[in-house]
């Protein structure tokens, strides 16, 4: 997957975000993305920088339950479940670009997603836990 210029910040966040997943599993955290998601679906704008879906370069909405990822842009519709997804990487907060990466296995896909400022503060904690309930939930079926 191209990483857009997100560089070695975005590289450090992937890192970390591997290293907490194991903390998170073996203490029993909950994430503030988690206590977000309890309060109902998350959903801000974004712009579809790339990736691997038939999208325009331009604004869609973006929608996250606590079981999916859904993606709408001029009525076409892509739903990635929670549970598929194998990475979520985003941008520094102090980053002049703020963009966000996921990438996914059922069926296989990924995409970058530019986000503004405020969008971001928000949908960062929500993407974040992402990536926790997959492996958790990998953990499971695997054990």
Same mark, same amino acid.
């Given at each position: 997957?191209?990483h857009h210029g997100l560089g070695t910040n975005m590289k450090i966040q992937t890192l970390c975000t591997a290293i907490c997943l194991g903390l998170v599993s073996s203490l029993g955290l909950v994430s503030m993305g988690?206590?977000?998601?309890?309060?109902?679906?998350?959903?801000?704008?974004?712009?579809?920088?790339?990736?691997?879906?038939?999208?325009?370069?331009?604004?869609?909405?973006?929608?996250?339950?606590?079981?999916?990822?859904?993606?709408?842009?001029?009525?076409?519709?892509? /739903? $990635? =479940? #929670?549970?598929?997804?194998?990475?979520?990487?985003?941008?520094?907060?102090?980053? &002049?670009?703020?963009?966000?990466?996921?990438?996914?296995?059922?069926?296989?896909?990924?995409?970058?997603?530019?986000?503004?400022?405020?969008?971001?503060?928000? /949908? $960062? =904690? #929500?993407?974040?836990?992402?990536?926790?309930?997959?492996?958790?939930?990998?953990? &499971?079926?695997?054990?």
């Amino acid at each position: 997957m191209q990483h857009h210029g997100l560089g070695t910040n975005m590289k450090i966040q992937t890192l970390c975000t591997a290293i907490c997943l194991g903390l998170v599993s073996s203490l029993g955290l909950v994430s503030m993305g988690n206590a977000v998601l309890a309060q109902g679906p998350v959903t801000f704008t974004a712009k579809y920088d790339g990736g691997s879906l038939k999208l325009a370069h331009e604004a869609l909405q973006v929608g996250i339950t606590s079981d999916q990822v859904l993606l709408v842009q001029e009525g076409k519709q892509f /739903a $990635i =479940p #929670v549970s598929s997804i194998t990475f979520v990487a985003y941008s520094d907060p102090g980053a &002049k670009a703020h963009l966000a990466a996921i990438q996914w296995s059922e069926p296989a896909g990924e995409m970058v997603l530019a986000i503004q400022r405020p969008e971001y503060n928000k /949908a $960062i =904690p #929500v993407l974040k836990n992402l990536l926790e309930k997959a492996a958790l939930e990998r953990m &499971k079926k695997a054990k």
